[in-house]
């Protein structure tokens, strides 16, 4: 599907996340999980223990398969899932995980530290990959790891919200996820806001016959503007230049997560 969904089906598969060496795993393509049987127990096991008794197997095993849902919702092109790609995609989809879970088992909570279960804290997977990416938000806005995680697990749920065609490019997914980013996201939609403006500003004097030309096209009469061709390279314009004023102000941040993510290791 364009939008990045899939209705998920789930296969209980010990062969292939053997063959994987993975407790689980989703396909890009198809959509399809494949869970291995010991964690879709643990998962089963999650929805019906009462809170106070579920165990640290349970919740974790619950989140692998929110992580595999979760997948299933990127706004990423499959193809794009390699190097620098796999690495964001991973450290999101885990960030967005952890953050669901956390809110649907109150009282756990998963770390990127690498300390064994203590209590109800959960170290969780891709933590190299998720300190990476909380290292270059704290960098570039110049806030504590702590806020920078906060920062990072809402934009991992932002950025999935996303609707149209699939992002096939590097530095384009980085934008989109550090658009999603508090702070940034109200500096790029206040630009967004501008840049509307402008744009149905040029097309109210455009139809007035007050502008003569707009997009690269010369407009002879007012009604012009309403060419489908024209219009359509109007609104080609608009969209373009939001994702020039996107890059920009997402300059930093893009850079330090290509610079963090680009030695980074799973764990």
Known sequence: ?????HAAAVSVTAS??????????????SGRIGVAPTVFTGFLDFVRTPAAKRTAKMVTDFRTMVHETV??????????????????????TEMAAQLLTERLAPGWTFTSSALSPDGKVIPG?????????VRAVSNAMGVSTKVASGYAREAAIR????SGALIDNVDDYLVHFASNLPEVRTKVRRAE?????????????????ELKRLAGFELKTPKDIDDPVIRGEV?????????????????????????????????
């Open 16 to 29: 292939e996340t053997q063959r994987l060496g993975a407790r689980a795993f989703h396909d890009a393509v």
């Open 125 to 133: 997977s891709y933590r190299g990959f998720i300190n990476a990416v």
């Open 235 to 267: 609104e080609h314009e608009r969209r373009y230049q939001k994702q020039i004023e996107a890059a920009r102000i997402t300059r930093d941040v893009v850079k330090e997560l290509r610079d963090e993510l680009r030695t980074a290791r799973p764990y």
């Open 159 to 162: 950025m999935r919200r996303k």
């Open 193 to 209: 806001r501008a840049i509307d403006k402008d744009f149905d500003d040029k097309i109210r004097r455009a139809k007035k016959g």
């Open 1 to 5: 599907m364009e939008d990045g969904s």
């Open 71 to 92: 997948h299933g919702h990127s706004p990423m092109k499959p193809q794009l899932y390699q190097g620098i790609g796999a690495k964001i995609e991973e450290a999101t």
